[in-house]
């Protein structure tokens, strides 16, 4: 079975500092990870996607991401927040052909301070 | 622009009401989708379709159904409405590769109160 877990589900960071959003996936097989960002009262975009090319992933926004198999992590991050990087953010996995078995994580509320 | 356009976003029902959320895609994707969105449980997935008439179950399909009459339009459907069915419900859509690595497209969101 495919699982994804986020880490903390509120992050607060102060504007110009590091944004670090944690998931970590189980998947018996290679899976394919996806970022999504839900900005407030809109439905989820996506930011990035790993599909077994290259494992640093690049996204909209400045946003980034690493495959790591050792540690089957797929952790977001960003050099410098921006207070319009205030949104909640979704790791997701599958390992299927069909989009119907995507599964997301519980989801991480990004907060930007002054 | 690729658009999914959800026709409610706000809606408040009695329990017991039959309730109809409709869900518009202009990319002429094949698969379409009904996600619920509660707090601390991420999305779960409501039933899915790949085709016309064509519907799957997803992982909680009690108490909905869907109806795909045509490719652009997908409707879920809350036959009696109950309180524990007062959520935020996402439409989105996949063009036919859209588990390989494939994007979904994700409508506003319709925040469904049921009383």
């Known amino acids: 079975a495919q699982s994804v877990t986020q880490l903390g589900s509120h992050v607060s960071v102060s504007e110009g500092a590091l944004v670090l959003l944690r998931c970590n996936y189980s998947?018996?097989?290679?899976?394919?990870l996806f970022w999504y960002v839900q900005y407030p009262n809109q439905g989820l975009q996506l930011l990035l996607k790993?599909?077994?090319?290259?494992?640093l992933v690049k996204g909209i926004n400045g946003f980034e991401a690493e495959f790591k198999k050792s540690e089957t992590s797929f952790h977001l991050t960003k050099p410098s927040a921006h207070m319009s990087d205030a949104a909640e953010y979704f790791c997701?996995?599958?390992?299927?052909?069909?989009?119907?078995?995507?599964?997301f994580g519980s989801g991480t509320r990004l907060s930007i301070r002054p | 622009d690729v658009k999914v356009t959800q026709s409610s976003r706000y809606l408040v029902k009695r329990t017991g009401e039959k309730v109809f959320l409709e869900c518009v895609q202009d990319?002429?994707?094949?698969?379409m989708f009904w996600y619920r969105q509660d707090p601390g449980l991420g999305l779960r997935l409501i039933y899915f379709?790949?085709?016309?008439?064509?519907?799957e179950k997803g992982d909680i399909p009690e108490g909905y159904s869907v109806s795909r009459e045509k490719k652009e339009r997908f409707s879920l459907i809350l036959e009696s409405a109950s309180t524990n069915q007062t959520s935020m419900y996402l439409c989105?859509?996949?063009?036919?590769?859209?588990?390989?690595?494939?994007?979904?497209?994700f409508g506003e969101g319709s925040r469904l109160t049921v009383l």
């Open positions: 790993y599909t077994s090319a290259a494992t």
């Open positions: 990319m002429d994707h094949e698969n």
């Open positions: 998947s018996s097989v290679p899976p394919y």
């Open positions: 379709s790949y085709d016309v008439k064509m519907k």
């Open positions: 989105a859509s996949s063009s036919g590769t859209g588990g390989m690595g494939g994007e979904l497209f």
């Open positions: 997701a996995v599958t390992r299927y052909s069909s989009a119907s078995k995507i599964i």
